[in-house]
T-cell receptor, first 115, second 110 residues
Framework: SQQGEEDPQALSIQEGENATMNCSYK?????LQWYRQNSGRGLVHLIL?????REKHSGRLRVTLDTSKKSSSLLITASRAADTASYFC???????????????FGKGTHLIIQP | EADIYQTPRYLVIGTGKKITLECSQT?????MYWYQQDPGMELHLIHY???????EKGDLSSESTVSRIRTEHFPLTLESARPSHTSQYLC?????????FGPGTRLTVT
């Protein structure tokens, strides 16, 4: 079953504007990750936020995590045409072998930046 | 350079053929994974491995099989391809909370 659900499913904004995507999850986690996927390509890791962190920055990216609401947000500031991609949040599947038995993904937010 | 490779990148093949999708990583990660992704959809875990000689099935049932004879190599095999197998297949490896994904293989079965 899917753990993460992104919202909105699709977002189209003008270049230079900020883009915000949200992710909700169901069970307790020890970290949450955001990935970018360009059309038909592999996943690129953007940022990992741990459960004891509330906010994290990386360049134009800002991620927040609210464990009480089981939600996270990804903000891309000053968007560029090259930011056009799908964005996924992912949470680890806890396994008996230690660490993660995989990541579970939501359906993603399809972001289109119009020049 | 540490990386994860998948071959082929694109494959169009007829029904009934046996195919093997290759995945190799140079990072020495013990854990490796295969995900299946339909266009515009979420990723589903179909296989994973804790290390050499370890293979486990993921959340999504798949007719494919995997093997892990060497740490760096995690091939996926379909004995008899069908149109329902048309999808993108993504390989990944991890160590603790560091994850690396390959570029994917886009498979089309006609």
């Amino acid at each position: 079953s899917q753990q993460g659900e992104e919202d909105p499913q699709a977002l189209s904004i003008q270049e230079g504007e900020n883009a915000t995507m949200n992710c909700s999850y169901k069970t307790s986690i020890n970290n949450l990750q955001w990935y970018r996927q360009n059309s038909g390509r592999g996943l690129v890791h953007l940022i990992l936020i741990r459960s004891n962190e509330r906010e994290k920055h990386s360049g134009r990216l800002r991620v927040t995590l609210d464990t009480s609401k089981k939600s996270s947000s990804l903000l891309i500031t000053a968007s560029r045409a090259a930011d056009t991609a799908s964005y996924f949040c992912a949470t680890p599947l806890q396994g008996s072998g230690g660490g993660a038995d995989g990541l579970t993904f939501g359906k993603g937010t399809h972001l289109i930046i119009q020049p | 350079e540490a990386d994860i490779y998948q071959t082929p990148r694109y494959l169009v093949i007829g029904t009934g053929k046996k195919i093997t999708l290759e995945c190799s990583q140079t990072m020495g990660h013990d854990k490796m994974y295969w995900y299946q992704q339909d266009p515009g959809m979420e990723l589903h875990l179909i296989h994973y491995s804790y290390g050499v000689n370890s293979t486990e099935k993921g959340d999504l049932s798949s007719e494919s099989t995997v093997s892990r004879i060497r740490t760096e190599h995690f091939p996926l095999t379909l004995e008899s391809a069908r149109p329902s197998h048309t999808s993108q297949y993504l390989c990944a490896s991890s160590e603790w909370w560091t994850w690396v994904f390959g570029p994917g293989t886009r498979l089309t079965v006609t």
